[in-house]
């Protein structure tokens, strides 16, 4: 019997954030006091799934960066690794991220933004589901390796919003 192996990959909605006025700068804006909290309590939800990620990728962007920071911080994971392409990423943007993570990781969590992040769940599984911020979906995929992911190989396992 041939076992399929399985990678899976965590898309988590950077948290709630501070709201755009005109004279700030859409990439700078900071989470909100409420959001800080239900990142945290997110992370912990999924600390208590047991579905870790190994390396979480995330978009430079401010509100981003700090969701993942919370993240990190409540896996006990190494810091987060930034990647530009990911802020106001379309679909094929992050399929790019995700074929250039390491081979032997076999869980990986993306922090991004809407409409991309909703947009790629759709993508890899068919779910229509509007990804609320600091929500995230863990997706398990039909691939042995990264680049093997593709339009419906995925399956979504849980999806968790505050």
């Known amino acids: 019997m ?14 709630a954030a501070e709201e755009y006025l005109e004279e700030t700068v859409d990439f700078d804006r900071n989470l909100t006091v409420p959001g800080k909290k239900e990142a945290a309590k997110m992370a912990a939800f999924l600390l208590s799934k047991g579905s870790n990620p190994q390396v979480i990728i995330s978009s430079p962007a401010l509100r981003a960066i700090t969701t993942a920071n919370v993240f990190t911080a409540s896996l006990s994971l190494d810091n987060p690794k930034v990647q530009p392409s990911i802020y ?3 679909v094929n943007a992050l399929l790019q991220v995700i074929y250039q993570i390491n081979a032997q990781i076999e869980v990986a969590a993306l922090v991004g933004h809407n409409p991309g992040v909703s947009n790629l769940l759709y993508f890899l599984t068919g779910e229509i589901i509007t990804m609320a911020t600091s929500s995230w979906v863990e997706i398990a995929l039909e691939a042995a ?8 190989t995925g ?4 999806y968790r919003f505050p």
């Open 2 to 15: 041939l076992l399929l192996q399985m990678k899976k990959l965590i898309l988590i909605r950077h948290a």
């Open 155 to 158: 399956k979504l396992m849980h």
């Open 145 to 152: 390796t990264w680049t093997e992911v593709s339009s419906n």
């Open 88 to 90: 106001e990423a379309d």
